[in-house]
């Protein structure tokens, strides 16, 4: 079973940011935050990853909470293409764990 | 740098009948992982494999299913007497080594429909 909580949908106007929220209240200290989306019908994209410092590259910004028990995703300027499946994952550094849990998700709707 | 490869894209199969699915991994990577996805649900990990060995089987079923990754070749899964439940897509993604700190890179899918 999947370790996060997210909300089922949200959405977004184009142009402005997309800030969606996971909860990960059971992570351990050795689990780092995965993002990934998934647009309709293709495979799933990597979008960020980190452990507890907030992380920046050119898809979008993570921001972790002191107690790394909640996360959030920032999109700052959504544009119509990035209306997708959003999954925020858990998982553990190390070890020859090859797997990643998918939960449902956050379908994200930017509109126009 | 191509991607992850997938074919076929779309498959048909009638009730009984064999799939093959391929997947080539990113140049360089060794590590390949196949995910599930029924209609309308989310991905489901089905098996990991590195080269010629099977490092976690745990989401496979255990009839039917079988993956392998040569050392030479693309890996394989393969469905043996398909039944209508195994619609789905599949998915292949590759990681240059296991998903310690890295990313794992999805291809675009095998849709798979039994008749």
């Known amino acids: 079973d999947a370790k996060t909580t997210q909300p089922p949908s949200m959405d977004c106007a184009e142009g402005r940011a997309a800030n969606l929220p996971c909860n990960h209240s059971?992570?351990?200290?050795?689990?780092?935050v995965y993002w990934y989306r998934q647009i309709h019908s293709q495979g799933p994209q990597y979008i960020i990853h980190?452990?507890?410092n907030n992380e920046t590259n050119e898809m979008a910004s993570l921001i972790i909470t002191e107690d790394r028990k909640s996360s959030t995703l920032i999109l700052p300027h959504a544009t119509l293409r990035d209306t997708a499946v959003y999954y925020c994952?858990?998982?553990?550094?190390?070890?020859?764990?090859?797997?990643?849990?998918f939960g449902k998700g956050t379908k994200l709707s930017v509109k126009p | 740098n191509a991607g992850v490869m997938q074919n076929p894209r779309h498959l048909v199969r009638r009730r009984g009948q064999e799939a093959r699915l391929r997947c080539s991994p990113m140049?360089?990577?060794?590590?390949v992982y196949w995910y599930r996805q029924l209609p309308e649900e989310g991905l489901k990990f089905m098996v990991y494999l590195q080269k010629e060995n099977i490092i976690d089987e745990s989401g496979m079923p255990k009839e039917r299913f079988s993956a392998e990754f040569p050392k030479e070749g693309p890996s394989i899964l393969r469905i043996q007497q398909v039944v209508r439940g195994d619609s789905a897509a599949y998915f292949c993604?590759?990681?240059?080594?296991?998903?310690?700190?890295?990313?794992?890179?999805f291809g675009q899918g095998t849709r798979l429909t039994v008749v």
């Open positions: 059971t992570i351990s200290g050795n689990e780092y």
């Open positions: 980190g452990l507890k």
């Open positions: 140049k360089g990577h060794s590590h």
């Open positions: 993604a590759s990681s240059p080594q296991d998903l310690m700190n890295t990313e794992a890179f």
């Open positions: 994952i858990v998982r553990p550094r190390g070890g020859s764990q090859g797997n990643l849990i």
